[in-house]
């Protein structure tokens, strides 16, 4: 008998045990989900203000890195690149400047790709910066090379004493600028925006006419529309990561996107 309450002691002791146990290591399992929730807390809010505090007040700008989502930078930049931008001014932009003084004349030819201005060639410089733009009118981030400042001065007959961009893909076949479709036989400059028209001047005119179809990329770039202007840091596929999330809300460009003619891409 004294055995036997010897064992049954024994048991309720090591009942007793392992129930403490049991719950230290619930207690330890509690403590640890609340270190590894404190510790992505943490990491999340300090990859937040690393991006949105710390990267903008160091560059210049309020979108310091941005993803490549179309092949228009080829061979340059690939898609699903993500790039550090610098803010910048048109003074700091490295783009040949032609100074208007008057009125505004240009041509275009589609053989050489080349724009002429006031009697000056433009033509795509591979030493010129690379800026991010916000496109008027569809609003939408534009990542592509500056071809030319136009610097108006006050005796010019439009943007007086204003500078202005014009940029061009490396990939594409004409500046953001040009209407892709011909209007009335010609191509025109895409000067301004104005009540949800693409502003457009004529050749033979100073006058300014409009049209409800969206001829343009991009009207001219000013100094508002600017986001900034690359640095020499990219870094490769990481973008893809925003680009997936993008293929399945209607929020920010994807894979399929104008930019690929609307292809699904992974690399161009």
């Known amino acids: 008998m004294k055995i036997k309450k010897i064992k049954e002691a024994f048991k309720k002791m090591n009942k007793k045990i392992r129930g403490k146990e049991r719950k230290k290591e619930e207690r330890t399992k509690k403590e640890k989900i609340k270190r590894e929730i404190r510790d992505w807390g943490i990491s999340i809010a300090a990859a937040l203000l690393i991006y949105y505090v710390i990267l903008p007040a160091a560059l210049g700008t309020s979108t310091p890195m941005i993803v490549v989502s179309s092949c228009s930078q080829q061979p340059y930049l690939n898609i699903g690149n993500v790039i550090v931008l610098r803010g910048t ?23 050489t790709d080349t724009l002429t201005i006031n009697n000056q060639d433009i033509t795509k410089n591979s030493e010129n910066d690379i800026v991010t733009y916000v496109s008027h009118p569809t609003g939408t981030q534009i990542i592509h090379r500056a071809l030319a400042k136009l610097e108006f001065t006050e005796e010019a007959d439009f943007a007086q004493g204003e500078t202005i961009l014009l940029t061009q893909g490396d990939a594409n076949p004409m500046p953001d600028q040009i209407t892709q479709k011909e209007l009335e036989g010609e191509r025109a400059l895409c000067l301004g925006y104005s009540r949800g028209e693409t502003i457009l001047l004529p050749q033979d ?63 161009c």
């Open 89 to 111: 001014d048109m003074q700091d932009i490295e783009a040949p400047t032609i100074t208007i003084d008057g009125k505004l004349n240009y041509t275009y030819n589609e053989e």
């Open 205 to 267: 005119s100073q006058e300014l006419v409009s049209t409800r179809e969206q001829a343009c990329l991009s009207t001219l770039v000013t100094e508002d529309m600017l986001v900034g202007r690359k640095t020499g840091w990219r870094i490769p596929i990481l973008g893809h990561i925003k680009l997936f999330f993008c293929d399945v809300v209607p929020f920010c460009d994807g894979h399929s996107n104008p930019g690929t003619n609307y292809e699904y891409k992974l690399t």
